[in-house]
């Protein structure tokens, strides 16, 4: 098939998976094209079957808001028609659905074919941005004028549906990765001295720092941590709240314990030699970070809020707690690191639910499926 893939190029779960899975589609054959208007960051080196478009989007003194979306929609079209694409699989609803819908119209407007656009909705394109009042009407009007909708969970199925009313099928395809990749490295010891000189165990955080990601929780929680554990925490990525942890860290006089990396494009050699994740986000339509933190047999100290039940299981994989409760997941943590048997056991049932249910080879074919079956018409 060919394929066009709309996604956010930046740091970003949604961006992540969207190119994973072209890459993973180019690997098995598909001819794959990317719109974006910069080079999605994990496109990090060629990749044959695959190609970029950017969108360029002329500014003019008339417009104090550049029209991206109008841009995007029309590169979009020209490709699809030159390169007889079959489906625009758009990732994040906004705007992305609506420029996918328009391209597709503008495509069969002019030839008669039509191509099929598919959305995968991500979680903050449905639970924070698309539904504010000044997008929830294009966001609503882009999934149902989807040929196909997808969700990386069941929670966030069951969110669209009670936010938006979308009575349309909606498929839940859940997020995957590539665990040959994402695997452990034995003895690495050059790299964990660095952030452990003194064999402490090492806690992790990787997010956008956004409040969504209570970044604070996550301070506190290794606050509490530390004083029954000798621990060190890496803070990995950066955002809003980022200034509110480093000032928190301070004035718990915890600083010292701390490395606040920022973002990092490489990820693979800090959880290699991480021993738990830490993730009580507020809202978590999946949590890909756990899923690659699991594949790396880092067990994950987690909020039961969204889709993170569906990824972490409960005394198995890690610990999901009530939001807010600190207490708890501190004390889970502590639980962990202080039993060494619990923590490899945790760790191994994490690696093993990733291959079981996560893995490219059971997740590639269900998007292929639904291709198949969109351009079908069913
Ligand atoms: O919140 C983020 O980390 C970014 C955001 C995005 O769209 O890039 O992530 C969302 O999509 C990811 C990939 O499907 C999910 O793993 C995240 O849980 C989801 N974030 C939220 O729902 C807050």
């Known amino acids: 098939m060919k394929i066009g893939i709309v996604c956010c190029p930046t740091h970003g779960g949604s961006g992540v998976v969207a190119t994973e899975l072209g ?26 079957q695959l190609y970029f478009h950017e969108v360029e989007v002329p500014t003019y003194p008339l417009f104090k808001y550049p029209p991206y979306s109008l841009a995007l929609a029309s590169k979009i079209a020209e490709v699809v028609e030159k390169e007889k694409i079959d489906i625009i699989h758009v990732h994040y609803a906004v705007p992305h659905s609506v420029c996918g ?6 495509v069969s407007s002019r030839t008669g074919n039509q191509p099929k656009v598919v959305s995968t909705l991500h979680g903050t394109d449905i639970t924070l941005v698309g539904n504010h009042p000044s997008f929830f009407p294009i966001t609503k ?5 989807s040929d196909a909708l997808t969700c990386v ?5 069951k969110e669209t549906r009670d936010i938006f009313g979308v009575r349309k099928q909606i498929s839940t395809i859940y997020n995957f990765i590539d665990y040959e990749e994402y695997r452990p490295i034995e003895n690495n010891k050059d790299m964990k001295i660095k952030f452990a000189p003194n064999d402490e165990k090492l806690l992790i955080h990787i997010s956008n720092f956004r409040p969504v990601k209570r970044v604070e929780d996550v301070i506190r929680i290794f606050y509490n941590v530390q004083k029954e554990v000798p621990s060190r925490l890496i803070m990995v990525g950066d955002g809003s709240d980022r200034i509110k942890a480093e000032q928190l860290a301070k004035d718990l006089g915890i600083t010292n314990q701390i490395d606040f990396l920022g973002k990092q494009d490489q990820i693979k050699s800090l959880l290699s030699i991480a ?10 339509s999946f949590g890909l970070v756990a899923l690659e933190a699991m594949a790396y047999k ?3 100290i987690a909020s039961q809020v969204g889709g993170i039940p569906e990824v972490v299981l409960n005394n198995e994989t890690g610990f999901v707690s009530p939001l807010g409760d600190i207490n708890k997941m501190a004390k889970d943590a502590i639980y962990l690191l202080k039993n060494p048997e619990e ?11 990733v291959i079981d249910k996560f893995s490219v080879e059971k997740v590639i074919p269900q998007y292929e499926e639904l291709y198949i079956r969109t351009l079908k018409g069913g």
């Open 23 to 48: 890459k993973q589609l180019a690997k098995r054959g598909h001819e794959v094209h990317f719109f974006s208007y910069q080079v999605p960051f994990r496109l990090d080196k060629f990749y044959p």
């Open 298 to 300: 880092i067990p994950v």
């Open 153 to 157: 969970s069941k929670d966030l199925e």
């Open 141 to 145: 009007f882009g999934m149902e004028n």
């Open 275 to 284: 021993d738990l994740l830490l993730l009580p986000s507020e809202k978590e």
């Open 101 to 106: 819908n328009m391209a597709r119209d503008m």
């Open 343 to 353: 923590l490899s056991k945790f760790g191994l049932a994490a690696r093993k639910r």
